[in-house]
């Protein structure tokens, strides 16, 4: 192709922006600028209420998460209790 490659506006809608290096180039012309640190823009500062709160956040969530975790063991433990009581009656019966 020539210096100036006409690139046609399907071209840049299609496969061929991944396999040729001009219709790559049109296509990377035309995308819009972008700030670099847009991912590093802060929100804004939340109420002091709500940083009292957060701050109590953390030890809560995982004093929660444990008994959480723990009720969910307990519960698991005692339904295999259960099973393996139900097949010892069921074993002595059966004699």
Do not use: K, N
Not at 62 to 88: M, P
């Amino acid at each position: 192709m020539s210096a100036v490659a006409v690139v046609e506006p399907w071209e840049i809608h299609s496969e061929l922006v991944l396999v040729s290096p001009e219709v790559c180039e049109r296509a990377r012309e035309l995308l819009p600028l972008r700030d670099p640190d847009a991912f590093f823009v802060r929100p804004p500062r939340v109420a002091e209420a709500t940083e009292s709160a957060s701050q109590l956040g953390l030890p809560t969530a995982l004093v929660g998460y444990t008994v959480l975790r723990l009720a969910q063991t307990a519960r698991s433990a005692l339904f295999v209790v259960g099973l393996v009581v139900a097949f010892a009656l069921i074993a002595q019966i059966s004699h």
